[in-house]
């Protein structure tokens, strides 16, 4: 019962059981990373949460259909305003579902729902089917390089994670060691 609430909760927080790994192939989400994110997010287990019509966010891909189910009742006027600004808008009654314009760019969107003088907010975020692959690697040849993930950077003067000064001593590392390997 307990998995069956946390199933729950998390679909309503908009997290989704599973996902493709770099490998192409499907990942369950595990109940401690649901807790975890769920506890991120400030969500409860309970089965018994405050209801507003649409999740804090929704993540969708490209290409594919959109649907976006409205919880509570009455009529809603809905507005998605995209990164760029182009605005769409619509009707829609609580207890049901509609789709979102299925040609959306990828990005960050915005869902606003409006019932008389209440409004719920819902992040739209359109996803790529996959991330983006060099030509070569398409091509099955073999590419080598360096690669450092900015996020893991810090120094012991400072622990903020990625910052700039430490990235641009990483940068003159990386082109030493090149210049030596190519010597």
């Known amino acids: 019962m307990e998995s069956k609430r946390l199933d729950n909760a998390a679909l309503a927080a908009g997290i989704s059981p599973n996902y493709i790994n770099a490998y192409g192939k ?13 506890d991120a997010m400030h969500q ?7 209801v507003t019509p649409v999740p804090n966010v929704m993540v969708y891909t490209s290409g594919k259909k959109m649907p976006m189910v409205v919880e509570g009742s009455g009529e809603y006027s ?14 829609v009654t609580g207890g049901k579902a509609f789709n979102l314009p299925t040609k959306l760019p990828e990005g960050y969107h915005t869902l606003t729902l409006t019932q008389d003088d209440q409004r719920a907010h819902c992040r739209v975020i359109v996803a790529p ?11 099955k040849q073999k590419l080598w390089g360096a690669c450092v993930q900015l996020y893991t950077l810090r120094s012991e003067k400072n622990w903020v994670l990625g910052i700039l000064a430490i990235s641009k001593r990483c940068w003159w590392m990386w082109q030493n060691v090149a210049g030596r390997s190519s010597a």
């Not at 409860?44 to 405050?50: D, G, H, L, S």
């Not at 809905?78 to 009707?91: A, I, N, P, R, S």
Request: proline residues 4%; hydrophobic residues 30%.
């Open 78 to 91: 809905w507005l998605l305003t995209t990164e760029e600004g182009t605005q769409y808008k619509g009707h």
């Open 129 to 139: 089917k996959r991330c983006y692959e060099p030509q070569a690697l398409l091509n």
């Open 26 to 38: 499907p990942q369950s989400i595990s109940a401690e990373t649901k807790r975890r994110l769920l």
């Open 44 to 50: 409860r287990t309970a089965t018994k949460v405050a």
